[in-house]
């Protein structure tokens, strides 16, 4: 272990901020200071009235309901308050049949929110806890949390996030009721990180590898492998645009776009009971590993699988001193991210595993279920 388990959990959120902040150290120069509202991994205690309950109802992601109201307090201890519509999203999530309560999203108004945390935040995606009645739900939600602050250990090149504690208030008839109160995180908006990064987000219907990055896409792959994760394409799927639970940044005709992923649920990692697997794959379990990247970019194996042991030792320390799960839950991603690391630095299994299982197409469809 890293270090020995906090067992005081919420006291040492603040050592938490201080950890990763150093851990999220900036692997590309290029890449400008995040916004307000992902410059720190505080937890931000959030107030969001309206009209909750008939969004979770109706999940008809067309409608922006309002008025609603999102609320904080600051730095000095005053209440700042934001008008703001919420919405639901989502695919799997949005079905009932999978969750409860629907993912959200805000859409703030930019004059209102300057000078707030919530400064240049227009259209916020919030990812919410799919069943609150349930612990483990609340589990799952926070180990996929974890999924993307590893992403941002390995590279600035990812969605930051932020962790909060949400009150939701369901106002109807001018009659306030508390439904619950329980974690979710934003997701930074894929417009701000394009403007992070230097780059565009492309809207294209689907791409092909050559006109990937080659070096990131490797990088990601292996994540993605870490993670126990083959819910995605990076050259095809999404619903409106490119690509499978991921965005592009580039040029279009451009050979060095950048596959950024999200929606990290349906994981070994965080392996929830919802989660199926690809029949096509022909894997036991969600927590089963299968290398999905291209052996075009076989070339940057080595660099990339140096550069996850480099940053090995601040992964484990993220996941060793979470404070918002227990010693067992912590012990248990810990003991899956060490088996991915074992396959890493063993030639024969690097050969098997990676070699052994990439894509030699340049356009891969996503795995159905």
């Excluded at 609150?132 to 609340?138: A, D, L, N, R, S």
């Excluded at 996941?319 to 074992?342: C, G, H, M, W």
């Amino acid at each position: 272990m890293v270090m020995q388990y906090l067992s005081s959990r919420r006291s040492w959120s603040w050592l938490i901020g201080v950890c990763l902040t150093i851990f999220m150290a900036p692997a590309t120069a290029a890449a400008r200071q995040p916004d307000p509202l992902f410059a720190t991994s505080d937890v931000l205690k959030v107030t969001l009235k309206g009209p909750v309950s008939r969004l979770v109802k109706e999940r008809d992601s067309s409608i922006v309901y309002k008025p609603a109201s999102l609320s904080y307090l600051d730095n000095t201890g005053k209440t700042v308050q934001l008008d703001v519509g919420i919405s639901s999203r989502g695919n799997k999530r949005l079905n009932r049949g999978t969750c409860i309560f629907t993912p959200i999203r805000l859409i703030l108004d930019n004059n209102q929110a300057k000078g707030t945390v919530f400064n240049k935040q227009k259209r916020l995606k919030l990812v919410t806890q799919c069943h609150p009645e349930y612990k483990k739900y609340e589990v799952y939600l926070l180990t996929e949390y974890l999924a993307y602050k590893i992403l941002n250990i390995l590279t600035d090149s990812s969605y930051n996030v932020r962790l909060a504690e949400i009150t939701y208030v369901n106002v109807e008839a001018d009659k306030e009721k508390v439904l619950h109160t329980g974690f979710a995180f934003f997701i930074e908006p894929s417009k701000r990180l394009a403007k992070r990064i230097g780059r565009k987000k492309l809207n294209i219907e689907e791409t092909s590898a050559r006109n990937l990055d080659g070096s990131h896409l490797n990088l990601v792959s292996l994540f993605q492998m870490l993670l126990g994760n083959t819910d995605w394409s990076a050259t095809h799927g999404g619903r409106d645009e490119c690509c499978h639970n991921g965005k592009l940044f580039g040029e279009a005709e451009a050979t060095d776009v950048l596959y950024i992923p999200y929606d990290f649920d349906m994981t070994g990692l965080v392996n929830p009971e919802y989660a199926t697997v690809a029949k096509n794959l022909k894997l036991d379990s969600i927590r089963e590993r299968r290398y999905r990247g291209y052996c075009r970019n076989n070339d940057h194996l080595a660099a990339n699988i140096e550069l996850l042991n480099n940053r090995k030792l601040d992964i484990l320390a993220l996941l060793e001193t979470f404070p918002y799960l227990n010693a067992r839950q912590n012990s248990r991603n810990i003991d899956y991210v060490e088996k991915f690391y074992r396959i890493i630095n063993n030639p024969k299994r690097v050969e098997r595993k990676i070699h052994g299982w990439c894509h030699r197409s340049l356009m891969v469809e996503k795995t159905g279920d």
